[in-house]
């Protein structure tokens, strides 16, 4: 294997985000892995094809998540969906709540999401990525990506506030 | 705005990174002004980053790096000495492709008809030039032994051409052509060429 300094930085950049985005949205491990790979080796592909460098990291999540569509075969059209203004009471919780649960009761709480709302709510928590950018990678409009991520929050915070055990 | 369309806007908000974000300013300038508002948001925020603590402090494994720059299709170089590489093997490609065409195309005409040449050159054993590329003073016995003994003889001009020696239809001449192996002769003979190769049906040799 011949050395590519210029890939091996890329992948020490982004390899932790991608691979913690594809655990948020597979709950496994080795999906995780297979996904994050997956990823690179488009990217080692295609990524030439990319004109603007600043948006290497939302090529990447893009190409992850349209993989795990793949892989699910849900590829499906999404349709606009406006911010719903009639959300759902958002639940009292504090801090606290969150703070008694780990890394992994909170996956095992993402899985129960949607998968239309648990990528958007993932990216929403993991990266520093603005709304355009979250909608962009999602490839859905940006009133579908916060109504999503606004409804996908409050069905978290519900799950947490139901299951966390009192103090 | 009231406090419960402020809520509304406010759930998304993250803390400084959406500070620039123009639809939580008004949102945000109310919190400020309403105490409980105020106090709610800090609790949201706080939850908020307490979440995102939670999933980045998830470790990937550690070989995953290496299986991936590892596992990698080698990557299509960008730069122009590729695209002069990928150009040459077009036109290498292409000009196969004509020979391929003219030897097809070659390979349909008739046999060109014998015609009678005198040719001067080496008279080789074909077998040992053609798969070791033997020849000259220094293989001579072989080469005398080989063509005595039935191997295809040949001769070779100065400007590398090289036919096929034959002696009449029937009739093997190899037992006259040992004599030369090796050596420089002039061979009147005929002609004929088929799919790019040259016989020469042998009716006279001289030496030089």
Redesign the interface.
Known sequence: ??A?PE??DL??LY??DL??FG??LTGS?AD??DL??ET??IW??KG?QLRDPTKVKAWLFTTLHRQFLQARRHETRFKDEPID?T?PE?PA???D???R???RG??SFLEQLDETHRAPL?L???E?L??NEIAETLAVPLGTV?SR??RA??K??QLLNETTPPK | MTTSEA??RL??Y?GP?DDA?PQFQEALAYARRDAELGEWLR??T???????A????????IE??E??????????P?DSSRILQLAAAVLISVSITALLMKWSEHRQRPVLGAQEILVTGEVLDMTCYIASNLSGPEHAKCAKVCIRNGEPAGIKTRDGKVYLLTGNPGDSINAKLADYAAQIVTIKGKQTVRDGFAQLQVEEIRKL
């Not at chain 2, 706080?46 to 995102?52: G, L, N, V």
């Open positions: 294997m011949s590519d890939f091996e992948v020490k390899y932790p691979y913690r655990l948020s491990e995780a892995c994050a790979q690179f080796y080692a592909n030439h203004e959300s958002l919780i504090t801090v709540c969150v703070n649960i780990d890394a909170l996956l993932v929403y928590y993991l520093d603005s709304y916060q991520i606004a929050k409050i978290l915070l | 809520k509304q759930l998304l993250r990174i974000d609790e949201q706080e939850c908020y980053d307490s979440i995102r939670k999933l980045r402090g998830i470790e990937p494994p995953l790096p299986k991936i720059v590892r596992n990698r299709p080698i990557p299509f960008r």
